[in-house]
């Protein structure tokens, strides 16, 4: 069975940069969307953004875009989310998952692995 797991979390200041990784253990990820959420504390876990198994299709919440990019590589099993002009709503437990399939979704329950998340914090 396949593990996700997050890496690249930490303290910055507000208009810092941070590039987050999901390693995935095999490559049974790679037919796959993989999306990244967070989750602040007291709040729901929210859609973040996700790319389509080959890298083709890449889709952003809002509150994000212009600001972060998803990317994968397939050949290294791993996930990123490069994460620029940072702001301390950005706080938050950041997850990688895996989609059920492979065009990608907003959806929490589309996704059925996840990682056990990293930490970011924004400071003001």
Do not use: H
Request: aromatic fraction near 12%.
């Amino acid at each position: 069975q396949g593990r996700l797991v997050e890496s690249g979390g930490g303290l910055v200041q507000a208009g810092g940069s941070l590039r987050l990784s999901c390693a995935a253990s095999t490559r049974m990820f790679s037919n796959n969307a993989m999306g990244w959420f967070r989750q602040a504390p007291g709040k729901e876990r929210e859609f973040v953004a996700f790319i389509s198994w080959n890298g083709g299709r890449t889709f952003y919440a809002d509150s994000v875009k212009g600001r972060f990019t998803i990317s994968r590589d397939n050949a290294r099993n791993t996930l990123y989310l490069q994460m620029n002009s940072l702001n301390p709503e950005d706080t938050a437990m950041y997850y990688c998952a895996a989609s059920r399939g492979a065009a990608g979704s907003t959806s929490v329950g589309q996704y059925n692995y996840w990682g056990q998340g990293t930490q970011v914090t924004v400071s003001s």
